[in-house]
């Protein structure tokens, strides 16, 4: 009996030894880890805090470029649309202050904007597309030619092309005055535009967006803002549609454009419209409109330069 509990006295001080050995193990190891732990912790916040005074840097220079662009801007596109009216055209989401700076910077160029048609988000609901159409069809002026393609979008872009821009070739307007009101009046009361007073139609059109649409729908957003653009590049003398660099990416209306050849070979966009510098190549971009020109600017990864007439570096 007494052999017996030797035995297990010494076993229980076997386990306790193994316990005491792992629990003193673990500590020592624990200690070690934390403290590799605290060293990378500090290394990684040098290495924040460098990047953060970097961005701080770049930020710094970016603004300075700003201003000297925003500067200049004046002086580069002074002339470049002498005599030629641009009608503007806006989407919810587009920042009032860029579209400001747009309207001075044209009138700057010499040209003179007609008016504003701010489209509303029912225009690019996916829900209300049926209804936008059946306005659209019921629109039409008497004599204008619609294009086949059912799609709400590019169905939107003929009729308000055909009220609001000029005959790219007479420079005269494709509608009536009566014909031009009736649909203004049509899309204001369907909620799906509003419309400045006293707009009238312009030789070229500038389309303003934000950035790329989100939630539910939102490539189809996307889509029928890019076909609207589209549409209403080929009824009047040029089109360029502009928006900030989300606006370039895949559901964003400039970035559904780029994906479509068949649409950048006439219409132009600019994907920097938030920045002074973008803001002079959106006029620069309308001037190469009017001559027959085209092209992706901007500095996404999906334009081809910074402005027309200027290479994309490393080219």
């Known amino acids: 009996m007494i052999s017996l509990r ?46 953060e005074a970097q961005r701080n840097e770049l930020n710094a220079r970016l603004a300075d470029a700003d201003a000297f662009a925003g500067s200049l801007g004046p002086k580069v596109v002074a002339g470049a649309l002498d005599r030629r009216s641009v009608v503007l055209v806006t989407t919810q989401d587009a920042n009032p202050a860029d ?6 910077l044209i009138e700057q160029s010499g040209a003179r904007v007609s008016g504003e048609l701010q489209l509303t988000d029912s225009f690019t609901d996916p829900a209300k597309a049926d209804q936008l159409r059946q306005i659209v069809t019921r629109l039409q002026p008497a004599g204008s030619t619609f294009p086949t393609a059912g ?4 169905l939107a872009g003929a009729l308000v092309g055909s009220v609001l821009l000029l005959n790219k070739d007479t420079a005269q ?103 002074a510098a973008g803001r002079v190549s959106t006029v620069l971009a309308l001037k190469e409109q009017l001559d027959g020109g085209t092209g992706r600017y901007g500095i996404a990864g999906n334009a081809q330069s910074p402005a027309p007439g200027v290479a994309q570096p490393g080219s």
């Open 99 to 104: 579209r400001d700076a747009l309207r001075q």
């Open 173 to 275: 307007p494709q509608s009536t005055t009566d014909e031009m009101s009736a649909a203004i009046a049509g899309l204001q009361d369907g909620g799906f535009a509003n419309a400045s007073p006293g707009i009238g139609p312009g030789q070229l059109a500038l389309v303003l967006t934000g950035g790329q649409a989100t939630g539910d729908g939102a490539g189809d957003r996307a889509a029928t803002l890019a076909r609207f653009t589209t549409q209403l590049d080929r009824s009047g003398a040029g089109t360029v549609l502009a928006g900030d660099p989300a606006s370039a990416e895949g559901t964003g209306a400039i970035g559904f454009v780029r994906a479509d050849t068949s649409a950048t070979s006439i219409l132009s966009t600019v994907d920097n419209a938030n920045t």
């Open 6 to 51: 030797y035995h297990i006295v010494s076993i229980a001080a076997v386990f306790l030894a193994l316990a005491v050995g792992v629990v003193l193990g673990s500590t020592a190891l624990n200690g070690a880890l934390l403290s590799g732990l605290s060293d990378e912790k500090g290394k990684l916040a040098t290495q924040v805090s460098d990047l």
């Open 151 to 154: 799609d709400p979008g590019t």
